[in-house]
T-cell receptor, first 110, second 113 residues
Framework: KNEVEQSPQNLTAQEGEFITINCSYSVGISALHWLQQHPGGGIVSLFMLSSGKKKHGRLIATINIQEKHSSLHITASHPRDSAVYICAVHPLDSNYQLIWGAGTKLIIKP | EAGVAQSPRYKIIEKRQSVAFWCNPISGHATLYWYQQILGQGPKLLIQFQNNGVVDDSQLPKDRFSAERLKGVDSTLKIQPAKLEDSAVYLC???????????FGPGTRLTVL
């Protein structure tokens, strides 16, 4: 079993829909990252959070440390949001390395 | 603020050939990471530098891969000789200190034929 699990693996939605991507992890963590990767492109860090909720534009990230769960929400989705969204965690026993999820491939259709 | 720079962006080589990738991190970032990302998978950490010292290279295939960061700034990753299974995107990232947000470069897409 992977230490970081994301769901769904693939998600296709219509423009304007509210999107939720989930991340569950099994280790104690000091922080969790949400990152975005466009096809053929590099990785962009969206959020780094250790508690509560963060918002940036149409993106919202929440984390529940007790339940070892985080969600990434996209409001009013747009085709340019199409990308792979990756969850990664800093485990408590190592502040250096990230444990990566497999990613969620999101396609937003116009 | 300039981001993490990588070159080349794309490289195609034949198996058993050698290849080198270059990374220039964000100015002032002490920590530098090299990742390998095989298509459809998440990134795998190959090596982590703190200034010019190696923090972790436990997943670096040392029989064929080498990396250096001699002056604690830019870094090179070399593969010699390359195998078919080395086809991947090689990502470089940097952070001010370990555990802080990592900033990624555009990656180098390597195809080994």
């Amino acid at each position: 079993k992977n230490e970081v699990e994301q769901s769904p693996q693939n998600l296709t939605a219509q423009e304007g829909e509210f999107i939720t991507i989930n991340c569950s992890y099994s280790v104690g963590i000091s922080a969790l990252h949400w990152l975005q990767q466009h096809p053929g492109g590099g990785i962009v860090s969206l959020f780094m959070l250790s508690s509560g909720k963060k918002k940036h534009g149409r993106l919202i990230a929440t984390i529940n440390i007790q339940e070892k769960h985080s969600s990434l929400h996209i409001t009013a989705s747009h085709p340019r949001d199409s990308a792979v969204y990756i969850c990664a965690v800093h485990p408590l026993d190592s502040n250096y390395q990230l444990i990566w999820g497999a990613g969620t491939k999101l396609i937003i259709k116009p | 603020e300039a981001g993490v720079a990588q070159s080349p962006r794309y490289k195609i080589i034949e198996k058993r050939q050698s290849v080198a990738f270059w990374c220039n991190p964000i100015s002032g970032h002490a920590t530098l990471y090299w990742y390998q990302q095989i298509l459809g998978q998440g990134p795998k950490l190959l090596i982590q530098f703190q200034n010019n010292g190696v923090v972790d290279d436990s997943q670096l295939p040392k029989d064929r891969f080498s990396a250096e960061r001699l002056k604690g700034v830019d870094s090179t990753l070399k593969i010699q000789p390359a195998k078919l299974e080395d086809s991947a995107v090689y990502l470089c990232a940097s952070s001010p200190i370990p555990g802080q947000e990592q900033f990624f470069g555009p990656g180098t897409r390597l195809t080994v034929l």
